[in-house]
Nanobody, 124 residues
Framework: QVQLVESGGGLVQAGGSLRLSCAAS????????MGWFRQAPGKEREFVAV????????YYADSVKGRFTISRDNAKNTVYLQMSSLKSEDTAVYYC?????????????????WGQGTQVTVSS
């Protein structure tokens, strides 16, 4: 069992930046991919970014490409999401998740463990 705890959310003005962190309770570096998803009120959960276990492969949703950067520190069992040039449409609860397979996927149903989420609110 892996427990995930997100932090770093908050209120920021449009154009600003935030860095989200997701700390895992157990070692997740062994072939686990890790991803970020978000869910805005009244909308379905959507994929944001994913990173391979080694950190060498990353993939982003088109809506955040060029503005968000995912990274991980396996020594700290932590994955990060650096968010820049934030827009009001980025407002959502952000979740990190672990995929125990080594396959990079954007599908939420493929992820095995989820954090509780952290709120990001971007004011325009």
């Amino acid at each position: 069992q892996v427990q995930l705890v997100e932090s770093g959310g908050g209120l920021v003005q449009a154009g600003g930046s935030l860095r989200l962190s997701c700390a895992a309770s157990a070692r997740t570096s062994t072939t686990y991919a890790m991803g970020w998803f978000r869910q805005a009120p009244g909308k379905e959960r959507e994929f944001v970014a994913v990173i391979s276990w080694s950190g060498s492969i990353t993939y982003y949703a088109d809506s955040v490409k060029g503005r968000f950067t995912i990274s991980r520190d396996n020594a700290k069992n932590t994955v990060y999401l650096q968010m820049s040039s934030l827009k009001s449409e980025d407002t959502a609860v952000y979740y990190c998740a672990v995929d125990r397979s080594s396959i990079i996927t954007t599908q939420a149903r493929e992820y095995d463990y989820w954090g509780q989420g952290t709120q990001v609110t971007v004011s325009s």
